[in-house]
């Protein structure tokens, strides 16, 4: 065989199993056979030395030559491989941006909406979960020491008797649970249950026997609770106000703390938010809409709930969160809540695609 030819030759068979090469890795397979370590065209370079130095030259040239084909070969082989395996994901992911979207609710059902108290509930999570507040939750049925010892509201204090209690029949410890009556005893469950720093917020159902246009037996509160270190009255001003701001969206909303009293905070303030008591418009005019209870906790709170007060201290708040829901919404009577009655559920509800995000500006 001449030497042109044994090159010619393994020039055509490269080429054909290039070609054959249906995918990365046999392609691979080829290079390394050909131009690898032991390839065929590296064992004919190095044969080389073996040839009588005057025909050296013009083989080794010869050699180069091809090398430099078969090179550009494997190089033209790959691309085409890579752009076909592009083209068969683009083809694979390919996504229709013309199709309409699929129906909401599928044909023939109605859609379900959010009940504007679980909204509520949503739109609170939302703006505290952006300033790092966790959710926290107890159970309805409490003992009474989380609902009222814990939280400094001893036996006969006259604190209880505002709260309008549900006991339920005495447990093995002859003490009567109670449907909590606010969620403050999370407060107490969540100091029990993890060491400081604390950032939480309890969405739930409450319970008073109480009942009329502005009072359900059932009706549901929001807490919060932060314990750190150096924890300041100004913590919980900047707190509050931020929350109620975002909350009824108005950025210059009037708001004012008044001194108050709880047995679980010292000092305590109830929080005013400003409105027109002639139009109900919140924001304008010049009267006082008391909107939530606040304070500093209790150091006998927190020595109750197994944190030092020296070197921790914290604010709490509580909230009814029909009456911001109302107020918010201009509802006049919270009894329809929860009434079941379609007409207003399907007017108050909102849509369950569109959970409240800050970038709505909730
Ligand atoms: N638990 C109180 C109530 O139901 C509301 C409240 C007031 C909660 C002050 C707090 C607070 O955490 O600091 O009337």
């Given at each position: 065989m001449s030497d042109t030819n044994d090159l010619a030759a393994l020039r055509d068979s490269t080429a054909q199993q290039l070609a054959a090469a249906a995918d990365l890795r046999a392609w691979d397979a080829v290079r390394v056979a050909v131009l690898g370590k032991s390839g065929s065209l590296t064992g004919l370079l190095k044969g080389l030395?073996?040839?009588a130095p005057e025909a050296r030259k013009e083989r080794g040239a010869s050699l180069n030559r091809l090398k430099g084909e078969l090179e550009g070969l494997v190089e033209a082989r790959r691309t085409a491989l890579e752009e076909a395996a592009l083209d068969a994901r683009l083809a694979a992911e390919r996504l229709d941006v013309t199709l309409s979207p699929r129906p909401f609710p599928p044909s023939g059902a109605e859609a379900g909406g959010i009940h504007p108290i679980s909204r509520t509930m949503e739109e609170i999570t939302a703006i505290f979960g952006a300033m790092g507040f966790a959710v926290a939750e107890g159970p309805d049925i409490e003992s009474d020491w989380l609902n009222f010892g814990a939280l400094?509201?001893?036996?006969?204090?006259?604190?209880?008797?505002?709260?309008?209690t549900f006991y339920l029949p005495a447990g093995a410890d002859g003490r009567r649970p109670v449907l909590?009556?606010?969620?403050?005893?999370v407060q107490a469950r969540t100091m029990l249950g993890q060491e400081p720093p604390i950032r939480i917020i309890a969405p739930g159902r409450t319970w008073r026997a109480d009942h009329d246009a502005t009072h359900s037996p059932m009706f549901h509160q929001v807490e919060g609770l932060v314990i750190d270190r150096g924890i300041t009255l100004g913590h919980l001003k900047g707190c509050l106000i931020d929350f109620l701001r975002a909350f009824f969206d108005i950025r210059d909303l009037p708001v004012r703390f008044r001194a108050s009293y709880f047995p679980?905070?010292?000092?305590s303030m109830e929080v005013d938010i400003g409105w027109?008591?002639?139009?109900?418009?919140?924001?304008?005019?010049?009267d006082w809409l008391e909107i939530l209870g606040s304070g500093m906790v209790h150091p006998k709170v927190l020595a109750n709930c197994g944190i030092d007060p020296r070197e921790w201290q914290g604010f709490a708040f509580g909230m009814g969160i029909e009456r911001i829901t109302m107020l918010k919404h201009g509802?006049?009577?919270?009894?329809?809540?929860?009434?079941?009655d379609l007409r207003w559920l399907r007017h108050w509800a909102s849509d369950p695609l569109s959970p409240p995000s800050l970038a709505e500006g909730v």
């Open positions: 030395g073996a040839i400094n509201i001893p036996e006969h204090h006259p604190a209880r008797q505002d709260h309008d909590r009556t606010h969620t403050s005893p679980f905070t010292e000092p027109s008591r002639k139009t109900g418009e919140l924001g304008k005019g010049s509802m006049p009577d919270l009894r329809p809540f929860y009434e079941s």
